[in-house]
């Protein structure tokens, strides 16, 4: 027995060290939760408007970082159209259009509905940085004051925005 | 030919630090060249920022230079990034609670390995 233990620790050890170098880490936690959103300056999409972060207090909200070329922000685009309906939840969707072409961005709202009530674009991503953001789709949940309470990475859909989101927004407005 | 090569050479060999062709102080060089290899390339993973061509990469490299620019120090810029990135954005993350774990185990595993030796009596008592 004595002599097999290092082996069997040694054989452990081998696995989870292989598992973590297979398994690519998909969701890193984020230093942001808890700190007031990033201050930023943006302007609307396809206007001559600008918005800042003290625009958007107040209300719950979220901020969704999204993109054309983003494979994951066409899987959740229908989710988030009716998310944007529900009167139920009514939560303002706030888009944040990230490294993309004003064009492409109105041709893609126009074809498959605009669940925001306004998107911001950041073309060459320097707010996306201050958020934290490396990968599209992001969804942030900010809350009366900007701070942000949560943050997603990947696709939203029903079941991920019900455990995660909606716990909290209740109790935000509890 | 040889001055095509040269010339592919040359464009290649400068791919990792295509942002840093502007005005930079010698010591400001090295501190953007430093930053860019200890930073991790969170989309690439297993790749710095200065390996990458990922856009993000881009992105971060352009930040990190201007901050250099503008004479932001390594520990400010770091901080930058990990107060937005969180740990897991340096290859060398900071010695605190949270990592006390990361750092100090190696060198348990070495002492319960000396201590077993000793045990089994391959070195000596």
Known sequence: MKRILPIIIFIGLFAFLAKSLFQPQTNIPSPLIGQSMPAFSLGELNTDTSLTDKDILGTISLINVWATWCVGCEREHDFLIELAGNQSIDIPIIGINWKDRDDLALRWLSQRGNPYIVVLSDPIGKTAIDFGVYGAPETFLIDEQGVIRYKHIGPLNRENFARNFMPIIRDLRR | ?125
């Open chain 2, 1 to 125: 030919m040889k001055k095509v090569c040269l010339i592919l050479l040359l464009i290649t060999s400068q791919v990792g630090s295509i942002e840093s062709n502007e005005a930079l102080t010698n010591q400001e060089r090295e501190l953007y060249q430093q930053i860019i290899q200890e930073v991790r390339c969170l989309v690439c993973q297993n790749q710095s920022v200065g390996e990458s061509n990922a856009d993000l990469a881009k992105d971060l490299r352009t930040e990190i230079l201007e901050q250099v620019q503008k004479g932001s120090s390594e520990d400010d810029i770091k901080n930058y990034l990990l107060s937005r990135y969180g740990d897991f954005v340096l290859y060398e993350p900071s010695f605190k609670k949270s990592t006390y774990v990361l750092w100090l185990s190696p060198v348990l595993i070495i002492l319960l390995i000396l201590g077993w030796l000793r045990k089994i009596g391959v070195i000596g008592k």
